[in-house]
């Protein structure tokens, strides 16, 4: 008698980069040529993770307070713009909420539990379109974050970090390539990826620059 070999099904671990990429590509692809105001194309974005990740793993905007770091204090509150927990059952309140206040006080600790920490820039939400400095200063922001989380708790996993850059500004040219080599080739903050897009079709703005309703 032949006896067949059966093995169990193991999927192995999740595809974190590959999902939240899918989700980034989608959005630039469906959102890139509306113009909104950024709090819009943030929840735009947050609903594209969660077609990814599930509605109970996509939070936004958690609290962190740096001037409480122990390793690194800094100025004060950061928000990442849009999170992924590595489970189902997302618990994100306010660091110091009064009936569930963080033990380490300064939030630092809710890095253990989430898989993504990102935020976004939006080229087409302002006036004068993408700043190079603001969004410099977002990859620092996260690499302090994941610093002060591989100090504080080094033998917990680390969450991915993205920069993500939509360059839909319908007048400003910006210089991607640059910048995409200074964050890329940069020794400071080597953990934190930026990632890129720049839609076919951008808003369009009236020519005189008046809005009629």
Same mark, same amino acid.
């Given at each position: 008698?032949?006896?067949?070999?059966?093995?169990?099904?193991?999927?192995? $671990?999740?595809?974190?980069? /590959? #999902?939240?990429?899918? =989700?980034?590509?989608?959005?630039? =692809?469906? +959102?890139?040529?509306?113009?909104?105001?950024?709090?819009?194309? /943030?929840?735009?974005?947050?609903?594209?993770?969660?077609? /990814?990740?599930?509605?109970?793993? &996509?939070?936004?905007? %958690?609290?962190?307070?740096? #001037?409480?770091?122990?390793?690194?204090?800094?100025?004060?509150? &950061?928000?990442? *713009?849009?999170? %992924?927990? @590595?489970?189902?059952?997302?618990?994100? $309140?306010?660091? =110091?909420?009064?009936?569930?206040?963080?033990? *380490?006080?300064?939030?630092?600790?809710?890095?253990?539990?989430?898989?993504?920490?990102?935020?976004?820039?939006?080229?087409?939400?302002? =006036?004068?379109?993408?700043?190079?400095?603001?969004?410099?200063?977002?990859? %620092?922001?996260?690499?302090?974050?994941?610093?002060?989380?591989? @100090?504080?708790?080094?033998?917990?996993? #680390?969450?991915?970090?993205?920069? +993500?850059?939509?360059?839909?500004?319908?007048?400003?040219?910006? *210089?991607? #390539?640059?910048?995409?080599?200074?964050?890329?080739?940069?020794?400071?903050?080597?953990?934190?990826?930026?990632?890129?897009?720049?839609?076919? /079709?951008? $808003? %369009?703005?009236?020519?005189?620059?008046?809005?009629?309703?």
């Amino acid at each position: 008698m032949i006896h067949e070999m059966t093995s169990s099904w193991n999927p192995g $671990p999740e595809p974190l980069a /590959q #999902k939240f990429e899918a =989700a980034w590509n989608v959005f630039a =692809a469906s +959102c890139g040529h509306l113009w909104a105001n950024e709090a819009s194309y /943030q929840a735009w974005f947050a609903h594209y993770l969660i077609g /990814q990740f599930g509605i109970d793993r &996509v939070g936004r905007e %958690v609290i962190i307070n740096e #001037k409480y770091f122990v390793h690194s204090p800094g100025m004060g509150e &950061v928000r990442p *713009d849009a999170v %992924v927990a @590595r489970k189902p059952g997302i618990m994100i $309140p306010h660091y =110091a909420n009064g009936e569930a206040r963080s033990s *380490d006080e300064s939030g630092i600790g809710i890095l253990k539990h989430l898989a993504v920490v990102s935020e976004l820039k939006v080229g087409a939400s302002t =006036a004068s379109g993408l700043q190079r400095r603001s969004i410099l200063a977002d990859v %620092v922001k996260l690499d302090r974050l994941l610093e002060e989380h591989s @100090r504080s708790s080094p033998d917990s996993p #680390k969450p991915l970090a993205y920069v +993500c850059v939509l360059n839909n500004h319908h007048r400003q040219s910006f *210089d991607l #390539k640059s910048l995409e080599a200074e964050v890329h080739e940069s020794a400071y903050h080597p953990r934190v990826r930026l990632i890129t897009a720049t839609p076919t /079709q951008k $808003p %369009v703005a009236p020519a005189d620059r008046a809005l009629v309703w």
